[in-house]
Structures are given as structure tokens and as C-alpha cells.
């Protein structure tokens, strides 16, 4: 259940019955075969599927997060990452002011991890408010998959081809890592990365992909239970 589908009113009377929301943090960015706004699309459907089950809702996703490292790559839009924390903590404090309490926060992008640091101030400037912050693509249910069937998780690489984020047609063949000598500018980027992957394997098989969305799944699911 989206704010969009809802007016001001309906979502006053959930409020009524539930103080828990769901927050998407994402990235339009390149990712070398798949949609720029992979970075949303993979933790937004994670939210829908949660909500689905549980009836929580989800606020409208961030569609832009922290990508300096790639504006060589058209089609890139980043956030400065101070622009990024004010962003993120005026949400939240919006959340806060209508009645939301518990904030479930779903980050498809590893630029935005700074505003962690930023919402721990807000968990100690408003000693009610819970914050939880989820990036799918550390978890340990998630990695135990990628163990299981040998394959090595990484930027634009087989890890985020769902279904739902794939735009164009995928390379079969095997990318080797490139060498990343420390912090890249955009233009030293590109040159590195090339078509945008950081290497391995383009793709997986469709059982592998829904196992690993079935593990995020599962660990969004216990993370709303804020226990």
C-alpha cells in the first residue's frame, strides 16, 4: 500500500492503528545493461511485496541518492552528500510530525550510506522514533545464496538483473574485475569500469534471482516486527 494510492485523510486513519512506515532510499545511476534507477526499483519492490503482507505503508521512494563516482556515465543524476542527509533527515522528520514512530529504511544504494550517520542524530534528538536500516544486498541470508551457487556479489554485475530491472539485452559471458587503484574521479571511472560493471558474472538463472529477492523478502518481513 503507496501514498499514492492513498489522500491525506486515509492515511490519517491508518495512523490510528499503526505508526510504522516504510522508507525507500535509491539511485538513478548507471548500471552498466539494467535500468538507471535499478537502485530504486529492487528495495521498492521489496517494500510492495512486505506491504503486501502486512499492510505497512510505503512513502513515495527517493529516486537520487549519492553517485559523484559516476557522472561520466550519462544518465546519472546524483545528490550532493549533504543535499543527501538533509534530504533524508527532513523525510524523516516529516514521517515524525503526522505520527510515524517506527521507520523501516529501505537503501538500494551504497552512496547513501552516510545518512546513517545522519539518522542517529535523529534517533537522539527524538527518543521515540525507532529507525531501522536495511541495504538488502549485505545481508547475510543474501550472501549465503551467492555462496551457495559460487558467484561473487558486485556493482551491475548478475546481482542486480531481476527480472524488473533488466532494459536491454544481457552480455552471457564473464567480466573480469578490473583493477581499482583507490578513489576514482568520474572520468577515471569510466575508464576503469568501462560499460558500468565491476565484473563477474552479467547474470544468474531466474531460480537464483527469486531465491535471493525470497531471502531480502524474508529479512524486510522480521525487520518490521521492530522487536
Given at each position: ?5 492513498l ?9 490510528q492503528?499503526?505508526?510504522?512506515l516504510m522508507l ?11 535500468s ?5 526499483k529492487?528495495?521498492l519492490?521489496?517494500a510492495?511485496?512486505a ?7 510505503v512513502a513515495?521512494?527517493?529516486?537520487f ?6 557522472m561520466?556515465?550519462p ?10 542527509l ?10 515524525y ?13 551504497g552512496g547513501n550510506?552516510p ?13 521515540d522514533l525507532?529507525?531501522?536500516?536495511y ?7 543474501v550472501e549465503?545464496?551467492?555462496q551457495k551457487?559460487n ?5 551491475a ?12 539485452e ?6 573480469a574485475p578490473p583493477?581499482v587503484p ?5 572520468e577515471e ?24 529477492f525470497q531471502e ?5 518481513l522480521q525487520?518490521?516486527?521492530f522487536?
Amino acid at each position: 500500500m503507496r501514498f499514492d494510492d492513498l489522500n491525506w485523510m486515509e492515511v490519517e486513519q491508518y495512523l490510528q492503528h499503526d505508526d510504522r512506515l516504510m522508507l525507500v532510499l535509491g539511485a538513478c545511476e548507471q548500471h552498466a545493461y539494467l535500468s538507471l534507477t535499478t537502485d530504486v526499483k529492487v528495495p521498492l519492490a521489496l517494500a510492495d511485496a512486505a506491504s503486501e503482507r502486512t499492510g505497512v505503508l510505503v512513502a513515495p521512494p527517493l529516486n537520487f541518492g549519492a553517485s559523484p563516482y559516476f557522472m561520466a556515465y550519462p544518465g546519472t543524476l546524483s545528490l550532493r552528500v549533504s543535499t543527501l542527509l538533509d534530504i533524508v533527515e527532513d523525510l524523516v522528520r516529516s514521517a515524525y510530525r503526522h505520527g510515524f514512530r517506527r521507520i523501516l529504511v529501505l537503501n538500494g544504494h551504497g552512496g547513501n550510506r552516510p545518512a546513517r550517520g545522519r539518522l542517529y542524530e535523529l534517533a537522539d534528538q527524538l527518543p521515540d522514533l525507532r529507525i531501522v536500516w536495511y541495504d538488502w544486498w549485505l545481508s547475510h541470508s543474501v550472501e549465503a545464496v551467492a555462496q551457495k551457487h559460487n558467484l561473487q556479489p558486485a556493482h551491475a554485475n548478475w546481482l542486480e538483473n531481476f527480472p524488473f530491472t533488466r532494459v536491454s539485452e544481457i552480455p552471457v559471458d564473464y567480466k573480469a574485475p578490473p583493477h581499482v587503484p583507490g578513489l576514482l574521479g568520474a572520468e577515471e571511472a569510466r575508464q576503469v569500469y568501462g560499460d558500468g560493471s565491476f565484473g563477474g558474472p552479467y547474470q544468474a538463472s531466474d531460480e537464483v534471482m527469486q531465491a535471493i529477492f525470497q531471502e531480502a523478502l524474508k529479512d524486510v518481513l522480521q525487520l518490521l516486527a521492530f522487536e
